[in-house]
């Protein structure tokens, strides 16, 4: 059972967002813990006997396992993943057990793991690999088997005229080609991820037994180039995987198109985008150098796909011509801003307030957080809690939090594939009390955090995994943490409307709390392993102390510092400056900045009605970004197909013709308005007919298009009034709404209804006194009384936030007036209630340090990604070898294998 959300196994979103026929769920909505099934449960046993490793309270260390704070130093430990994908084990580079261990084997591919390795693998690289592939007229693509003399009975046939760019193809008079392409997949030397390319062919380059190195023949290919990227959210350490789906564009291909991907410009490998653009710009170069240059390049994505097209566009200038982002945000790193609100709030509801009848209707939650919440929906977490409803942050962003912020929290990609062979092994060290370290896979035990040394540990952190552009504190040896939430009035301005009391707003703002810093989180509770997994697997887990207490923290509020006394206020988290102004200066933040005029395609289906992470006002977002800094977005077009009750894939395969046709129309258009000395025209002035703001309904039938479609989507946002049910405003404080705003309710983020801009980066706020707040009018209605100022003056003692300023740290800003002094070091009393929902124990920050944790990866198309929960060691009391027998006896259950090897390495 999945308790994230309803993910629908069916719902084909433009270009590739959402899951395809035939294929699995869409890869970004399940990111966080979806896709629970044979995988992840044997990757939890596996888990469970890995876990008594005793360190008794949490280490802090000097910096994190692997983290690259010059980017040059490849990221240590990094798990080699060419097995999985095809490209059989890596080639051996060291003996001195450093990386993945490869093995004898029995019969190509099939690695015998009974004897000794050969050597070890740090550079992950592997021989490239050519085959040949059709898709047939049922829409399947299959292999082409060797030792054919003629096609496939079942291939598709392409019509050429339907075909883009057929004048740069030699078809030699064809009307009809076979669906057959070439389909290539190997190691890039530098970042070693793995790459595939894959492009139309004549069936002879098959029947000639062209081999790896070619010569290709691109006849059928029509010049243009399609770098297809790769959505998901991921904490790095491992090489990856390849989608099939994405890899293998039908979309892209069956025009002509050829189509790059690699496991590296995949956001469910890693997020840490700085390494993405120097991979990507790698393997387009390997593309030149096979192929030549195209005539030109487009970007193509969803969620982390599309977030990817817009940074490499500003860091990355000449790697893109063109970009079709799908269900964009602007980037990861200011996301994480008023996603880490989420779980703050939704505790806050549920546990410090559960005596207000307000929360009891979920339409009331929006208010808060901004994010859309609605009473009678139906999910799996709102049937495991027991609640009348749900919101986006529950079905969107649940486990979000603790995989970007709890060091113990995570699992690389194909780890479970990676740990089957080793647990008996491990599990034979266990009841020995020796570390639980595989002898052949010494980093295994790095990425498990059940080596002895903490500092080989790896920190299972957004923060860390881009610690090249955060940095490490150098007292705690953590990555520095951007996040912060001092001087945040949450709900400011539904309390400013009278949508909540003056009273509600002062508890809320007291109560509420906020994350404590990376060194003092805490194991995560066996109830969320237990609903992430199932009962029996959360026992085991408890059984060997991988997880503490049967309540279902599903907030994870232990990480939190919140009060259960308004009068204590608790406090705030104050973020690391340094950390903010590097992602600024870095670019791992989409600032808006263009430096090169390129057309912009931004496609998303609307999803708000089922909560889905990837809300509508995000494309507003993006444009205002890009408007305030390059002065105007006419570059940007946003088209909005409507997926209510659900997709229809008619309309959403029309308009994949439709979106790839016009854009290769509009770069076309702007290199024949060339005003010569390599002067092309302005993305705007070579708009062709169709690029244009345009949205439609769910069959596909045009509502409107036009320069004013989208009027007043911003104001809709921020004012609250894109909450409608009914009929839409007419105008927003004077801006009129235009007919395509008028049909979609636009919701918005917490921050947002704290007062925050529609761009959401302000990653710490500038101060201002409570008393220039009122003077502000930044209450509206309300007008605090002396006794609510200092009230006020108590909950934020250094001030609340003035949003008319960039961020703090945003470089060349003027310094914070008010020297901010709160911080997640002092703690109120955190002793909740119970509540009816499961909340959970709430006791202060524990010496635990052991932790059961979300998998971060659900890809679709191939069933490749990785699901599952982390583990970090945890203290031996109360866990012997007795406590290890029942567990010995599930594991033979999976078969002899298991332990066979942990036999042997015993004897050796």
């Not at 085959?131 to 079942?154: Q, S, V």
């Amino acid at each position: 059972m999945s308790v994230y959300g309803q993910v629908p196994e069916r719902g084909l979103v433009f270009l590739g967002m959402v899951a395809r026929k035939g294929e699995s769920t869409r890869e970004d909505v399940g990111v966080i813990a979806h896709n629970f099934g044979t995988r992840t449960r044997r990757l939890a046993v596996c888990l469970t006997a890995v876990t008594t490793l005793a360190i008794g309270t949490t280490v802090a260390v000097s910096t994190p396992a692997g983290a690259r704070l010059d980017p040059s130093v490849p990221q240590e430990p990094f798990l080699c993943t060419t097995e999985y994908n095809g490209l059989g084990q890596p080639t051996v580079d060291n003996q001195d057990k450093e990386g993945t261990p490869v093995y004898p084997e029995s019969a190509p591919d099939t690695p015998d793991r009974n004897q000794d390795p050969l050597g070890w693998s740090k550079r992950c690289q592997a021989a490239t690999r050519v085959e040949y592939r059709y898709r047939t007229t049922g829409g399947e693509m299959k292999a082409l088997p060797a030792g054919l003399t003629e096609l496939p009975a079942d291939v598709a046939m392409i019509d050429a005229s339907t075909m883009v760019g057929t004048d740069h193809m030699q078809l030699g008079g064809l009307t009809q080609i076979p669906y057959v392409y070439r389909y290539e997949r190997g190691t890039l030397p530098q970042n070693r991820f793995i790459y595939s390319i894959a492009m139309l062919v004549p069936f002879q380059e098959y029947l000639d037994g062209v081999g790896t190195d070619g010569p290709w023949d691109d006849s059928y290919w029509n010049g243009r180039l399609l770098f297809s990227f790769g959505g998901g959210v991921g904490i790095g350490h491992s090489q990856g995987d390849l989608s099939n789906g994405d890899s293998q564009m039908n979309e892209a291909l069956r025009i002509g198109h050829a189509v790059i991907y690699s496991s590296g410009t995949r956001t469910s490998t890693h997020y840490n985008l700085m390494l993405g653009g120097r991979t990507a710009e790698e393997l387009k170069a390997l593309f030149e150098a096979e192929h030549g240059a195209p005539l030109y390049t487009v970007g193509i994505g969803g969620s982390g796909g599309g977030i990817q097209q817009y940074v490499y566009a500003q860091n990355h200038p000449d790697l893109l011509d063109a970009l079709i982002p799908q269900y964009s945000y602007p980037d990861m790193t200011t996301q994480t801003i008023n996603v880490g609100d989420c779980e703050l709030l939704e505790h806050y509801m549920d546990v410090l307030d559960a005596d207000n009848p307000r929360w009891k209707n979920w339409n009331n939650r929006k208010i808060i957080e901004g994010q859309n919440s609605i009473e009678g929906f139906t999910s799996d977490w709102q049937q495991l809690t027991g609640a009348t409803g749900s919101s986006e942050c529950i079905e969107g962003w649940r486990g979000a939090t603790p995989l970007a912020m709890n060091p113990t929290f995570g699992l690389a990609v194909d780890e479970d594939e990676v740990m089957m062979p080793y647990v008996g092994e491990i599990l034979g060290k266990l009841a020995m009390g020796q570390p639980a370290v595989p002898d052949d896979f010494p980093d295994l035990g790095r990425l498990l955090r059940t080596s002895p040394d903490p500092e080989d540990r790896v920190q299972w952190t957004h923060w860390a995994d881009v610690a090249e552009v955060y940095g490490v504190n150098p007292t705690t040896g953590y990555a520095r943490v951007p996040w912060d939430n001092v001087g945040v009035q949450y709900g400011l301005r539904a309390v400013a409307q009278g949508q909540i009391t003056p009273a509600e707003f002062l508890e809320l703002n007291a109560k509420v709390g906020s994350w404590k810093d990376p060194q003092d989180n805490v194991p995560e509770s066996c109830g969320m392993v237990s609903a992430m997994t199932d009962a029996t697997l959360a026992a085991f887990a408890k059984a060997v102390g991988m997880c503490t207490g049967d309540e279902l923290d599903q907030y994870s509020s232990r990480q939190m510092n919140f009060s259960t006394d308004e009068s204590n206020p608790a406090p705030r988290h104050e973020g690391d400056v340094a950390a903010i102004t590097a992602a600024f200066e870095s670019g791992l933040e989409f600032d808006g900045r263009l430096p090169r005029d390129i057309p912009i395609l931004d496609v998303r289906h609307y999803l708000e009605e089922q909560l889905d992470m990837h809300n509508a006002h995000q494309s507003f977002v993006i444009r205002e970004r890009i408007r305030r800094t390059m002065g105007n977005a006419d570059n940007q077009v946003i088209w909005f197909l409507d997926a209510r009750p659900d997709v229809d894939d008619a309309a959403t395969d029309a308009l994949y013709d439709r979106g790839f046709k016009l854009m290769d129309q509009w770069v076309l258009n702007m290199r024949a308005n060339d005003a010569g000395a390599g002067v092309r025209a302005s993305a705007a002035d070579a708009k062709p007919a169709g690029a244009v703001d345009t949205c439609w309904k769910t069959d596909g039938t045009l509502i409107a298009s036009g320069d004013d479609v989208w009027s007043g989507a911003v104001e809709l946002a921020t004012s609250g009034k894109g909450d409608w049910t009914g009929t839409a405003p007419t105008e927003v404080d004077g801006v009129p709404v235009g007919a395509c705003s008028a049909y979609f309710p636009l919701h918005s983020t917490s921050r947002i209804v704290a007062g925050g801009p529609i761009t959401n980066d302000v990653y710490k706020c500038h101060l201002k006194s409570v008393a220039q707040s009122i003077a502000d009018g930044d209450y509206g209605q309300w007008t605090p009384t002396a006794e609510q100022q200092a009230t006020l003056e108590k909950i934020f003692p250094t001030g609340v936030c003035d949003w008319s300023k960039r961020s703090v740290g945003y470089p060349g800003d003027e310094p914070p007036t008010t020297t901010t002094t709160t911080s997640t070091t002092v703690a109120p009393s955190t002793t909740a209630a119970p509540s009816t929902t499961a909340a959970p124990s709430t006791t202060g920050t524990t010496s635990d340090s052991g932790v059961a944790g979300t998998g971060t990866d659900s890809s679709y198309g191939d069933g490749s990604g990785s699901s599952g929960y982390a583990n970090e060691s945890l203290p031996r009391t109360g866990s012997d070898v007795t406590d290890l027998l029942p567990l010995a006896a599930f594991l033979l259950l999976f078969g002899g294998a298991l332990v066979a090897r942990g036999h042997r390495k015993a004897h050796s």
